[in-house]
């Protein structure tokens, strides 16, 4: 063949397309969830269409998914670029790429239940057009900057109808939602996967009643206990150990008020009522810069606001409480209020229990806990609400102990120990709300908090033949207040930015401890030999400032930093704390996310154990022990899965931890509770690191989820274990948790929840041998003490753990509202999971051995539920 007809046989075999084109050439695009630059590489490629623009002006990066077939140039190019205000115009044989100068609008409001004012907190509005969205904050305020010839925009939040909110509405507007008929959707995790904050989750209160309850009672901390990542403390008992860490390093609010502890009945149930409860965030890595204070997690618990339009409420008794909420109007529209109480009615049962027991051993036991909320918002102008709020609970224990001799015997007496554990808390809080203007949202709180506890001891004796009677009398007692007033600021200027910034002052006040003893007995002045009188008070100052930016459609990133001062005793420490989180959106709905967070903690508490006690004493850093500190490092992955019914998530951390402290050998609580209290401790490193799974099911009638842990948890001190390091009380290698909850039919609510932990460390004895009791062993005689060699500090393990927990609830409505009946089995296969160990020495048959002592057996429970 000639050279001329094989070069008009190469241009036969050229597509036509790329001879040339116009803006009626036929074009075919099918791509999903590809960014814009994708696309326009493909037009390039195969039809000869170059661009030109600027990656400085013009953003290529967004995502669309589009199938167009056959279909002329220019509807293509409108369809792609017209969503995000790209214009384009052809200049020669190419086509270029601007952004549109369009004016903007922002409009801004809240969110709420129209039926009753309630403030949605997490409410989502989206603009389609626009693909820009924003979320409404913690008191349901949201500002959304938009273009002004944007179509619509829609307001949506689980379990509430979604709402369609033209643009042209007032720049202020209040957008109220109606609950949905269907069945609620679960609500475990954050609806919009690209928002979702690592480490993060948001409980609602349809989550925490359709718990299984343990003896009638539904636990908020309970439902964060059931996540994985999360230990909880006596078996069934409420949230103690976060990645790790202790007890008291996990920071718990409540309407913005410490709780410094949170727990009823040592730990089996927690302070917070579940009916007044609006809802609940727990973080436990990639803590936003406006949160500090403590090392390991946060809890933020928010409380309703009361109802605007009318009165109605809850009651419910079950077999170990009974508890009340009322909520409405003080001025329609204008005030609301709602308070809520609960109180134990455990007196019948101790009734017939004391009544053995006196018996046979002349024990009589006393236990009652409450607690009660109030809570009052004022609305004085649409950019104007004022929320006051209180709190109180309190728990009473006593036990007397008898001991009366035969009034046959020579010396006949009457002998009474009477010992009463009384602790409780109470926080106050005066929040006001002000929009400055749509993008400027403001909060101002001052909040008070205070926990204490005290133990009185009486000791009666009277001989029936004599005047020698005896009366001595003790008390123990600590105490610690925060006052704190702070300013948080919201400023939106556009979707792509929303910084928050704040600061504030914090007076801590310490009693650690006071210890009285008095003699009644010589005479009747009161005799008082009481020490560790005096105080400590402590300031600190908080400034932060963190920006959540969409750097595009694919990268989302926060970046923070708080910073704080201490000064207590004439002695200041500072710290700065950086926070960084990254989420990348990746094909296929999958969504990779980095963290990295530095928490300072100033308070310490002493504990004998890890688990949060009534006796537990916060005390402040000193020159000898400095504040703790960690730095945790995350990576994690999450997907949806079929339409967003199912979420998948893995996360691995990395935890470091400094001046942690443990007492030291011999040193005992009590002891300590001086003002040279860090005498008695060791200060050391702290190590944590692991890996967590989480699959749930979002939607259906069938929600729920599987959690799996993998984790490690060490500490080491110079003068602890030879100053080896040691697995820490709460170090769990496997555990697994399973939480089901199925809807039967309209009234039928079926849920169930297993937890396995594989054991948790332990320290036993490896040899033992006899002492001696008086300081001769030609002195005396009778029993000698049994001394114990220990192994290394929690060499050994308890055995495996695992529990299974099940409720059912019928629910049907009334013609004044509706009545429930939950019946629910805690640890329903009835497995006796060890609590505690002791050695046990049997002197008779000369043994010792290892006693495995189990308190939680299986219980049943009934409870009745109204709404009114």
């Known amino acids: 063949m000639s050279l001329l007809g094989r070069m008009l046989l190469g241009m036969l075999l050229i597509p036509l397309q790329v001879l040339g084109w116009d803006w009626h050439t036929r074009i075919t695009v099918t791509v999903d969830n590809q960014p814009l630059s994708v696309i326009c590489g493909q037009l390039e490629t195969q039809y000869g269409i170059h661009f030109s623009y600027s990656r400085e002006i013009v953003d290529l990066s967004r995502r669309v998914t589009v199938n167009l077939q056959n279909k002329p140039l220019k509807r293509v190019l409108d369809e792609l670029f017209s969503p995000f205000d790209i214009r384009f115009a052809r200049i020669g044989e190419q086509i270029v790429l601007t952004v549109k100068k369009t004016s903007t609008i922002t409009i801004s409001g ?182 500090a204070g403590r090392l390991s997690s946060v809890i933020d618990i928010s409380t309703k606001d009361g109802d605007m339009k009318r009165y109605h409420g809850e009651a419910s008794a079950g077999v170990i409480a009974m508890r009340m909420m009322v909520e409405g109007p003080i001025k329609k529209d204008k005030t609301s209020f709602v308070v809520s109480a609960r109180r134990s009615i455990l007196e019948p049962l101790l009734t017939n229990i004391n009544e053995e027991i006196q018996k046979q051993q002349g024990t009589k036991v006393n236990l009652a806990f409450y607690d009660v909320n109030l809570k009052i918002n004022h609305i004085f102008s649409p950019t104007d609400r004022l929320y006051i709020s209180s709190y109180m ?322 500490r080491q001190f110079p003068n602890v274990n030879k100053g080896a390091s040691y697995p820490y009380n709460y170090d769990g290698r496997h555990d697994i948790k399973v939480m089901l909850i199925q809807q039967v039919g309209k009234r039928w609510e079926l849920a169930a929840n297993w937890h396995f932990n594989s054991g948790l460390p332990l320290t036993l004895p490896v040899a033992s041998y006899e002492g001696v009791s008086d300081p001769s062993p030609y002195e005396g005689g009778g029993n000698y003490p049994v001394l114990d060699q220990l192994s290394n500090r929690n060499e050994y393990r308890t055995r495996v753990i695992h529990r299974l927990d099940l409720s059912a609830t019928h629910t049907k409505k009334k013609p004044w509202g509706s009545r429930s009946w939950t019946i629910s089995l805690f640890n329903a296969y009835n497995q006796a999971n060890p609590f505690l160990y002791s050695i046990v020495t049997d002197k008779q048959n000369q043994k010792r051995y290892l006693q495995e002592i189990s308190i939680l057996p299986i219980l049943p429970s009934v409870t009745f539920s109204i709404k009114f």
């Open 393 to 714: 609970g309190n728990d009473k224990i006593g036990l007397t102990l008898q001991n009366n001799a035969d009034s046959t015997a020579a010396n006949p007496f009457k002998e009474n120990t009477v010992t009463r554990l009384n602790w409780g808390n109470h926080t106050s809080a005066v929040r006001w709300n002000h929009v400055f203007n749509p993008k400027l949202f403001v909060n101002t709180t001052l909040n008070f908090s205070q926990y204490y506890f005290n133990i009185d001891y009486n000791y009666y004796y009277e001989p029936s033949k004599s005047n020698d009677s005896i009366h001595l009398y003790g008390k123990y007692y600590s105490m610690v207040k925060d006052l704190m007033l702070r300013t948080d600021i919201e400023f939106i200027p556009n979707p792509k930015h929303i910084f928050k910034f704040g600061a504030g002052g914090i007076v801590h006040r310490f009693n650690p401890g006071v210890s009285a003893f008095q003699d009644y007995s010589q005479s009747k002045t009161l005799l008082d030999t009481s020490y560790n009188q005096a105080t400590s008070t402590g300031g600190e100052l908080l400034l932060y400032g963190e920006d959540d930016w969409r750097v595009s459609d694919a990268l989302r990133v926060n970046i923070g930093l708080h910073g704080s001062g201490f000064l207590v005793k004439g002695k200041f420490f500072s710290s700065l704390q950086p926070r960084v989180q990254a989420r990348y959106q990746l094909p296929h709905r999958w969504t990779l996310m980095l963290a990295y967070t530095h928490m300072n903690q100033y308070l310490h508490v002493l504990s004998e154990t890890n688990a949060s006690l009534p006796m537990d004493l916060w005390v402040p850093s000193t020159k000898k022990v400095g504040p703790m500190f960690s730095r945790q490092f995350t990576v994690g992955v999450n997907k949806m899965l079929k339409e967003q019914r199912y979420a998948l998530s893995l996360e691995a951390y990395y935890k470091s931890m400094k001046n942690v402290i443990e007492y030291k050998d011999n040193s005992k609580i009590f002891n300590s509770a001086s003002k040279d209290w860090d005498d008695y401790v060791e200060t050391g490193t702290g190590t944590s690191y692991g890996g967590e799974v989480m699959l749930e099911k979002r939607k259906g009638k069938l929600r729920g989820w599987i959690g799996y842990t993998l984790s490690w948890a060490y």
């Open 110 to 291: 809240y969110v709420q239940d129209v039926r009753n004012g309630e403030r949605l907190i997490g409410a989502t509005i989206y603009s389609p057009s626009q693909q820009a969205g924003a979320t409404t904050n913690q008191f349901g305020f949201f500002s959304l900057t938009i273009a002004k010839d944007t179509g619509c925009l829609w307001v949506s939040y689980i379990g509430y109808q979604p709402q369609r909110l033209p643009a042209t509405a007032k720049p202020f507007t209040i957008v109220g939602l109606q609950p949905a008929n269907s069945l609620k959707e679960f609500t475990v995790a954050d609806t919009a996967q690209s928002q979702r904050q690592m480490s993060a989750l948001h409980i609602s209160p349809a989550d925490v009643k359709a718990m299984p309850r343990l003896l009638g009672e539904s636990d908020v901390m309970r439902t964060i206990a059931t996540l994985p990542g999360v230990s909880g403390g006596v078996d069934g008992g409420t949230v103690t150990s976060v990645r790790g860490g202790g007890s008291d390093q996990n920071l718990v609010l409540l309407d913005g008020s410490p709780v410094f502890n949170a727990s009823h009945l040592f730990g089996l149930f927690s302070v917070f009522n579940p009916d007044i409860v609006k809802s609940a965030d727990f973080y436990k890595g990639g803590f936003p810069a406006r949160y």
